[in-house]
């Protein structure tokens, strides 16, 4: 399931008609038959719309915007080129955007999306204020052009109904066993404990960027050999490990002995901070 923010109001409105515009772009289902048209041979007209409410999904995946547009011109000359800039905003600040070029004698209506990073879908801390921007720009030919914008909407996951949240608190905090390998992948989406038994000495390779911000995870490693062995994190790429002042490394896991590290996915850097480390057990 999903929940969808679709046009409300107009924000800002530039040199785009005919306003109101929002309801010009608002359907479930696209239709060509109303649009918002920009100004003849735009240079940078911009229009925003403000969205309906969300509820945070509490997950980063399964964002993606969407819209539908078309160029159109008239008169003699080269046809030239358009260019749409579409972008997810939350106030003042840019989530995710990207550029769109209609080549000239193109008029066909295309369909557009976008699906956000995980980083990108971590970044939004208000759901009820996001926003659609659209910048049109020609930038060549002699013809009279102009953009025309159908349809656009945010897909984002639905909320999980309650009975199913218990359901997936108690099997995120069930330990998941994590293939040996000489390089042991650790998906921070599957949960939060995370129990590996080896007898050599491996690297856990970067739980990756889709992790919420302050997710913590658990990693429980058992010397399942007969000497001492030593694990290595992986450190120094977005989506890493990073050591501190207090925890630097990791050292020899006993014989027999299990060891556990806590990591805390910091958003803003990209990186999974090791802040517990307990031996012996």
Known sequence: MAQFGRPASDVSTGSWTTTPLWSKIDEVTASDADFAKSSDNPANDVFEVALSSLTDPASSTGHVMRFRERMQYSGGGSPGNITITFSLIQG???????????????????DRELALTGTEANSITDYTDLRLRF????????????????????????????????????????????????????????????????????????????????????????????????????????????????ITGLTATAAGKTDYITADYQAVDERWDVVGYAKGY
């Open 92 to 110: 003042t600040t840019v989530i995710a955007s990207a550029e769109f070029t209609k080549a000239n004698n193109d008029l066909a209506y295309y």
């Open 135 to 246: 910048r049109s720009n020609k930038f060549s030919g002699a013809k009279v052009a102009w953009s025309e914008v159908t349809w656009a909407e945010l897909e984002v996951p639905d909320v999980p109904a309650p009975a199913l949240m218990n359901v997936l608190s108690r099997l995120s905090e069930a330990w998941k066993t994590l293939t040996d390998a000489a390089t042991v992948a650790i998906d921070p989406k599957l949960g939060h404990r995370f129990y590996h038994s080896g007898s050599t000495g491996r690297t856990f390779s970067a739980p990756g960027t889709d992790g919420y911000d302050g997710q913590q995870i658990v990693i429980a490693m058992k010397n399942a050999g007969g000497g001492d062995i030593t694990h290595t994190l992986t450190t120094g790429s977005a989506g890493a490990f990073r050591f501190g002042a207090g």
